[in-house]
């Protein structure tokens, strides 16, 4: 399909240490040329209109489905026009390649360790397995590119292992190498989340191990959002540099996402409710600035400049939260891609472009999955500023 084609189809779819760890940092070989290198941009929030949507973006195709009928898929072949990739298991973590044109990027199997290229019209590729320990809510649930991608080709990953949580590094082929060690592992609490903001050091979300004390625990890596270098240290700029942490009292983050204000904001699932935080580095977590008490499970997140747009994996749908200006929520939620409108449970989602995201599916992680998921689907994020897609 030609570039103007993925962009056309696509608007059928709105968004309707200091501390007790240890670092380590073993030298990597050159990595394999395994893909087309892309031109990377940072991975911060989109903004309304511009971007490589034309005159074709979204928010000018109306609802939130196709807007004539999809047939079911046949195997691994899916038509709707708006998936980049399939057949894959539980994507909680995907990492697009900035401004990719088709579309493009890697997707993270949580269960298996699995890391896949996806790219639009093109059947995945493995790129490599990262042994994980997938038997709790854990496993390989966060993924970000390197800062100088396009030189070194290494991806950095959050993963669940049997005596720990930790962040890695990798090359395409190559064995992965410790960055960060010695994060609390427990029978739950294990989910975590990354992202690189947009001063290329990486944020690193953790979930508590099933122990709400060691959220609140400074000397403990659980419940917290890190901050680091690429080396695993703290990263400069952290309001006390002698540590990683920038905030506490998490308890099993879902997703990150970074608006124009270059603020976190941090998905949260809670024993009682499903949050969202913003988050102030440096000062006390406070209240959750929304909450869900029918706990959708929340996972990824994207933020534009009039509305945070937060994936349910449990709910299988997209929450769009309107935003003023100052970046204040101003209303609850409405609701999109449901139903036969959507793709079932959502799970890891990120920045693709001004325009779009991408998100992975993990419906069969409890869900009810086609004979095409799991699957990597491109996103409209102006559809949701315009408000086109929802409902209460």
Known sequence: MSRSGWRLAACCVAAGLALSGCVSFAEQPAPAKWTQQPELAPESGPSEGGGSGGNNGPGRGGGGGPQTPVPPPEGCKDYHPAVVGTCMDTIDSVAPFPNSDPPAGLAGERKSGRVLQVRYGNTPNPVTTIPVDGTTDGGLTGLALSPTYTEDQLIYAYITTPTDNRVVRFAAGDTPKPVLTGIPRGPSGNRGALLRDLTGNLLVATGDAGNPALAADPKSLAGKLLRIDTTGKPAKGNPDPSTAVIASGFHAPGGICIGADARPWVTDR??????????????PLGNAVWTWPDKPGVAGCVVTPAVLMVAASTAGNMQNLPLNPEGVITAKPTVSLQDKEGFGRLGGMAVLNPNYALAGTV??????????????????TTAANAGTGGKD
């Open 363 to 380: 419906n069969k992680s409890g869900g009810t999955p086609v004979s095409s998921d799991d699957r990597v689907v491109l996103i409209s």
């Open 270 to 283: 809670g024993p009682q409710r499903d949050a969202i935080y913003h988050v102030e580095p440096g000062k």
